[in-house]
């Protein structure tokens, strides 16, 4: 019983400590204090900026550090309509997400001037990347990151398929098979940007690629390979090479 009312006791302690610690402060507590680190619900009673209009939710641990009101301070924190009003007229961006919770979380937005977007490329950026680091369309900048489905169509295009089933940008090993003569080899989406395709093609001369293409039509239903080692009947005899 004495240790039920001692905890009791200090629970009344700390909502009157904190309540007493935010009026020093000019700060308000709107509702009940729980714990130090959940986030807290309170009013500026210098300006009247207050969580509910501002999505400003701070803990006690911060208002502890030294973390006061952002508005009084100079730097108000900025609401969804300020924040989508700011990207379209800044920065010519379409805010496309719901809602704003923070300057740090991914936005879903649309470039206004080409129509890049987050759901169809991989751009979600902070509302901090944009504002602070001005940071902008990926696309208008040349240096949008593709998608898998982006970077299969590419391959393909170049006559390779795609075996990896994730793509995690343009410098990480992919899986892929040449569509000419069946090499699986490992290359960066760079390497073949820069023109490195199949290792094995680029070992045959301009004569071997023009009898692989003549066998390809003679032997249609058949499994040909590039490179004329495969060729048991174009093998010396004596080396077997």
Same mark, same amino acid.
């Given at each position: 019983?004495?240790?039920?009312?001692?905890?009791?006791?200090?629970?009344?302690?700390?909502?009157?400590?904190?309540?007493?610690?935010?009026?020093?402060?000019?700060?308000?507590?709107?509702?009940?204090?729980?714990?130090?680190?959940?986030?807290?619900?309170?009013?500026?009673?210098?300006?009247?900026?207050?969580?509910?209009?501002?999505?400003?939710?701070?803990?006690?641990?911060?208002?502890?550090?030294?973390?006061?009101?952002?508005?009084?301070?100079?730097?108000?924190?900025?609401?969804?309509?300020?924040?989508?009003?700011?990207?379209?007229?800044?920065? *010519? /961006?379409? =805010? @496309? !997400?719901?809602?704003? %919770? &923070?300057?740090?979380?991914? +936005?879903?937005?649309? #470039?206004? $001037?080409?129509?890049?977007?987050?759901?169809?490329?991989?751009?979600?950026?902070?509302?901090?990347?944009?504002?602070?680091?001005?940071?902008?369309?990926?696309?208008?900048?040349?240096?949008?990151?593709?998608?898998?489905?982006?970077?299969?169509?590419?391959?393909?295009?170049? *006559? /390779?398929? =795609? @075996? !990896?089933?994730?793509? %995690? &940008?343009?410098?990480?090993? +992919?899986?892929?098979? #040449?569509? $000419?003569?069946?090499?699986?080899?490992?290359?960066?989406?760079?390497?073949?940007?820069?023109?490195?395709?199949?290792?094995?093609?680029?070992?045959?001369?301009?004569?071997?690629?023009?009898?692989?293409?003549?066998?390809?039509?003679?032997?249609?239903?058949?499994?040909?390979?590039?490179?004329?080692?495969?060729?048991?009947?174009?093998? &010396?005899?004596?080396?077997?090479?």
């Amino acid at each position: 019983m004495c240790n039920k009312k001692g905890a009791a006791d200090k629970k009344t302690l700390d909502n009157n400590y904190v309540k007493q610690f935010l009026k020093k402060i000019k700060l308000e507590l709107l509702e009940p204090y729980i714990i130090s680190k959940l986030p807290l619900k309170i009013k500026c009673l210098r300006c009247n900026y207050n969580s509910f209009d501002n999505n400003w939710f701070p803990s006690f641990n911060n208002l502890q550090q030294g973390h006061g009101c952002p508005n009084c301070s100079g730097k108000p924190r900025m609401n969804y309509s300020q924040v989508k009003q700011f990207l379209k007229q800044k920065r *010519k /961006i379409k =805010l @496309l !997400s719901k809602e704003y %919770i &923070n300057n740090r979380e991914p +936005l879903g937005v649309e #470039c206004m $001037i080409c129509g890049c977007n987050s759901f169809e490329f991989q751009w979600k950026p902070s509302f901090h990347s944009i504002k602070d680091n001005n940071s902008g369309c990926p696309n208008c900048a040349k240096n949008l990151k593709l998608t898998y489905k982006q970077v299969k169509q590419f391959l393909l295009e170049k *006559k /390779i398929e =795609l @075996l !990896s089933n994730k793509y %995690i &940008n343009s410098s990480t090993k +992919l899986k892929t098979k #040449c569509l $000419i003569c069946n090499c699986i080899w490992f290359p960066t989406f760079d390497n073949i940007k820069q023109g490195k395709g199949c290792p094995n093609c680029n070992k045959a001369g301009k004569s071997q690629k023009q009898l692989f293409e003549i066998l390809k039509s003679i032997f249609s239903d058949k499994k040909i390979y590039i490179n004329y080692k495969k060729f048991d009947w174009l093998k &010396n005899p004596e080396t077997r090479m």
